[in-house]
């Protein structure tokens, strides 16, 4: 009985406290914030505390506008002026930041504007013979603006390109038609597993032999071509391949006991099938870009027979292997030209540069199976848009030219497609926002712990100064885009019609959402460089980025909270039963 009446006592003690509690007047009640429980780890049956009035992450039930108490220094709670004052001085920093993005808005577009106009005064008519080149390379052939282009683009870069196919896809024709556009000696066999270096590299001299010497008669033979097109080129046997790798990579020749130079601007390299030797890895290699060659689609197969049924000479140049009527539009000097003057002079950005480190990460370590890259084409592939950038007039290497990677970094051709997703992905310019959003949070939480530091202020000015810069860049980026009808891109001589028309159809959605996200951030920038120009208490920096002091409350330093009012609370102590 005694155990049961203490028992009772007890509960009786718990419910009158609880009620005294509940029951206070409402404007002497004020419950801490949930973000501040979950900042801290406090437990939940922390409850209802007396008032602190400099603690800013309360919440008064008598007053949602919580924030204003942190002015009610000394009790008394706040006056209607005080309310007055705060509401005028946060409309007139909201005005103040509206004007100021306007101007910083105002400036993006100048840049877009300005962006990607600088080039070169003298590629206007390389650029232009350039066309005229594609036009000649595409008569009389249906779906092949894509390999032309390639294959222009690699003569002029030093490069070579490997076309993969099923026979009768025109990799051949396409190897003639360059060779014929240029000046030069071009070189055509076929191989097979029994063909012998002879075959490629001339047969040896007979009068050489009898002086004791080991030289080849190279007159006609690869070592003295300018374009060569070699057929089924992965079943070069090894007594082929060394020699073969010299000529390509190193474009010399070893004739005897001299080391020729070798004047080959373009091996055009075909097969029906990929490598399967590990010992043709490295000619594999040499071959920068790559295409894999389809039959003509359903929608082109009408085109294709028209062509055929009223050229009398099918799809193929005349007999000498020309186009009647058109003579050589470029020669060795065009090409030695765009390829020195293009590496020399056009600059390749930060933002190329990294995309292209990412590009490997994910290839060898993120694709399944992983995707090998040496580093020999990842520097070659740096040339390559350099050369394009330069033939298409401009002085910077674009993010739209990183587009031509589909068809440098595969190893299988369906691993092409893949590769072009994931340029697609980054070419919306909200890459790194993330970590955008990082740096302000960083600075708003350092602005409310030194808020009354007048010198850490102005570092921390300058430093949100530095990054409306980044985010005015990337909207110069998105405006020149989305509003400039994607001119880098339209304009690129080296993206075919419909791929420019893909890309801009795939990218266009998701630059104008990269569009809102951007102008979302650069506004919290903006707004927070009035405010630290403003020298602002806290009340008014809480209100005018509410979502960055809930964010600090929450994640900010256990310390830098605590300076502005906000302390640990330890849980009631319990009656004992």
């Known amino acids: 009985m005694k155990s049961f009446l203490k028992l009772s006592e007890s509960v009786a003690t718990i419910f009158a406290m609880v009620s005294q509690l509940f029951l206070a007047p409402a404007t002497n009640v004020i419950r801490p914030c949930s973000l501040c429980l979950k900042s801290f780890g406090l437990p939940k049956y922390i409850g209802v505390v007396r008032p602190r009035l400099n603690d800013p992450c309360t919440r008064s039930f008598a007053s949602k506008k919580w924030k204003y108490s942190l002015r009610a220094q000394g009790g008394g709670g706040r006056s209607s002026d005080t309310d007055s004052t705060v509401t005028v001085e946060i409309n007139t920093l909201q005005q103040k930041s509206k004007e100021a993005m306007a101007n910083v808005m105002k400036e993006a577009r100048e840049l877009a504007a300005t962006r990607g106009s600088g080039g070169f005064s003298g590629t206007e008519g390389l650029k232009e013979r350039l066309g005229v080149a594609m036009t000649v390379m595409e008569q ?20 070579h390109i490997l076309f993969i196919g099923p026979p009768g896809t025109a990799k051949s024709e396409l ?3 360059l060779s014929n556009l240029c000046e030069g000696q071009f070189f055509e066999r076929l191989l097979t597993r029994f063909s012998v270096p002879e075959e490629l590299f001339g047969p040896l001299s007979m009068r050489a032999l009898e002086d004791d010497q080991y030289i080849r008669q190279t007159e006609g033979y690869l070592p003295q071509a300018t374009v060569a097109f070699v057929d089924e080129i992965f079943k070069a046997n090894s007594a082929i391949l060394n020699t073969l790798l010299t000529v390509l990579n190193e474009r010399l020749f070893d004739n005897g006991s001299e080391r020729v130079p070798v004047p080959l601007l373009c091996m055009v390299g075909a097969s029906n099938e990929l490598p399967e030797s590990e010992e043709l890895d490295a000619l594999y290699d040499r071959f920068l870009v790559r295409k ?10 009408v085109e294709l027979l028209e062509i055929a049924g009223n050229n009398p000479d099918g799809l193929t140049m005349n ?3 020309g186009i009647d009527g058109v003579v050589a539009l470029l020669g060795e000097r065009d090409f030695v030209f765009a390829r020195m003057e293009a590496r020399k002079s056009v600059k390749v950005p930060r933002e190329v540069i990294d995309l292209l480190a990412d590009l490997r990460t994910w290839l060898q370590e993120q694709c399944e199976p992983p995707v090998y890259l040496s580093d020999r084409r990842l520097v070659k592939a740096v040339g390559l848009m350099q050369v394009a950038a330069f033939t298409d007039g401009r002085d910077t290497v674009s993010q739209y030219d990183c587009m031509l990677l589909q068809h440098v970094f ?3 051709p369906d691993e092409a497609d893949r590769i072009y997703d994931w340029l697609l992905g980054r070419m919306v310019f909200d890459d790194g926002i993330e970590q955008v959003h990082y740096l302000i949070s960083g600075i708003f939480g350092r602005a409310c712990k030194f808020i009354k530091n007048k010198g850490k202020i102005a570092d921390l000015l300058q430093e949100s100064k530095k990054v409306r810069e980044l985010l005015v860049g990337k909207m110069a980026a998105v405006l020149q885009s ?6 880098l891109l339209t304009d690129n001589v080296w993206l ?4 420019r028309e893909a890309i801009v159809n795939a990218l266009l959605p998701r630059l104008q959402k990269s569009k809102s996200v951007i102008e979302d951030t650069l506004y919290e920038v903006v707004a927070l460089e009035v405010a630290l120009e403003e020298n602002v208490d806290a009340v008014l920096l809480a209100t005018l980025m509410p979502k960055r002091w809930a964010e600090f409350i929450r994640e900010g330093p256990k310390d830098a909270v605590e300076k502005l009012g906000t302390v640990q609370r330890s849980p009631p102590s319990r009656p004992p039963l």
């Not at 894999?292 to 197969?301: H, P």
């Not at 075919?496 to 791929?499: A, G, I, Q, R, T």
């Open 410 to 412: 595969w190893n299988q």
């Open 496 to 499: 075919s019609h419909d791929d």
């Open 175 to 177: 190897g003639r038609r």
């Open 319 to 321: 007999g000498s292997g």
């Open 140 to 159: 009389g052939l249906v779906e092949r603006e894509t390999e032309v282009r390639l294959l222009l683009l690699s003569a002029l870069s030093g490069e």
């Open 482 to 487: 989305v509003d400039g009808g994607f001119p």
């Open 292 to 301: 894999e060659v389809r039959q003509v689609s359903g929608g082109g197969l």
